[in-house]
């Protein structure tokens, strides 16, 4: 029996490791403004009394007939511009978010079809507060790997439209936006460790099918600040930095109180500790990008800068992301 041998298979080599850079951030918002007034009747208490626990002054939230996708893929087409990359040119989009408008389809292939990003993977990542976090982790893999070259990031959520009214522990919390970053594969790498972990504890933050925002407040901060402050140790001790070679750290913007309580902890500077949460209020997985985006426009975010971005959500999940923030001019 004459003995068949298949051809060779000529294997292509495996892709060349790439850096991934990271810069243009840009954010979108809601028209409509809630102050801390309204609320604040409501509840039956002062206003300022809002603002001294939290920080927050006002926050946007969407109407009825407004969608999520439409605020992601506003701030995803300011990035773009910014950036001076034709949107056809992106292999891969991100979406980072907890409240899609529809259990399906996700909100991601939804904004590439705004944007006209037709060759764009679109992906959506969802990890709570972390998740823009958790997106740079997935982002940051793919381009280093050479499955992706360009690629939009958008981190979007609208928990202002699942809260209750009258539940002080929540009410004045939250608000709704949405922020972008593009990245690229670059000639060096840009984007250092990310840490990410989790905990089960479902019972502390969490929205049931149907329902409202359930929060343990106390129980939140605690792990909040514990895990925030532990993650950016262990994001510096494996760049072999220390936090004195980090220029800007940008938080989730939770809780002014929480981002305090982590710089002090930690003994950081406050000039170099981002806090725009006054009025925006708590905007989930949009909150980094939309700091970010807020720390560029005012001049305090330049490229060349080290940056630790650090989050900690429902789960619970927390991450820390150490980057250097510009695109290679190639790019």
Not at 66 to 76: F, K, N, V
Not at 110 to 137: E, R
Not at 158 to 186: E, S
Not at 248 to 254: D, E, K, P
Request: glycine fraction near 10%; include cysteine; charged fraction near 20%.
């Amino acid at each position: 029996m004459r003995e068949v041998t298949a051809p060779a298979v000529a294997l292509t080599e495996e892709p060349e490791l790439r850096g991934a850079a990271i810069g243009h951030a840009a954010l979108a918002v809601p028209a409509t403004t809630i102050p801390n007034a309204p609320i604040a009747e409501r509840l039956g208490v002062d206003e300022g009394w809002i603002e001294q626990r939290t920080g927050i002054r006002e926050r946007r939230a969407l109407l009825d007939d407004e969608r999520l996708t439409d605020l992601a893929a506003e701030a995803g087409a300011l990035a773009i511009a910014s950036s001076g990359i034709p949107a056809d040119e992106f292999d891969l989009l991100i979406v980072a978010t907890t409240t899609q408008d529809e259990v399906t389809p996700n909100t991601a292939p939804l904004v590439a079809g705004i944007l006209g990003m037709p060759d764009a993977a679109p992906i959506d990542v969802g990890a709570a507060c972390t998740a823009f976090v958790s997106a740079l982790q997935v982002t940051s893999a793919q381009l280093e790997s050479g499955r992706a070259r360009k690629a939009l990031v958008i981190g979007a959520d609208c928990i202002h439209r699942y809260l209750d009214p009258d539940d002080r522990r929540t009410a004045a919390l939250f608000g709704d936006g949405a922020g972008a970053v593009v990245m690229t594969a670059a000639s060096e790498g840009r984007m250092g460790p990310i840490v990410l972990g989790s905990e089960s504890a479902i019972d502390m933050i969490r929205i049931k099918r149907g329902g409202t925002l359930e929060m343990q407040g106390h129980e939140t901060f605690v792990n909040a600040v514990a895990r925030i402050s532990e993650v950016t140790l262990r994001v510096i001790a494996r760049a072999g930095l220390t936090l004195d070679d980090v220029d800007l750290f940008v938080y989730h913007q939770a809780n002014s109180r929480i981002i305090a309580a982590v710089g002090e902890k930690l003994g950081l500077p406050s000039e170099r500790v981002v806090d725009c949460i006054a009025n925006y209020g708590n905007t989930s997985a949009a909150s980094i990008p939309i700091a970010l985006a807020e720390a560029e426009a005012e001049g305090r975010l330049k490229p060349g800068m080290r940056v630790l971005a650090g989050a900690f959500g429902a789960g619970f999940t927390w991450g820390g992301a150490l980057m250097e923030w510009g695109l290679d001019d190639a790019a």
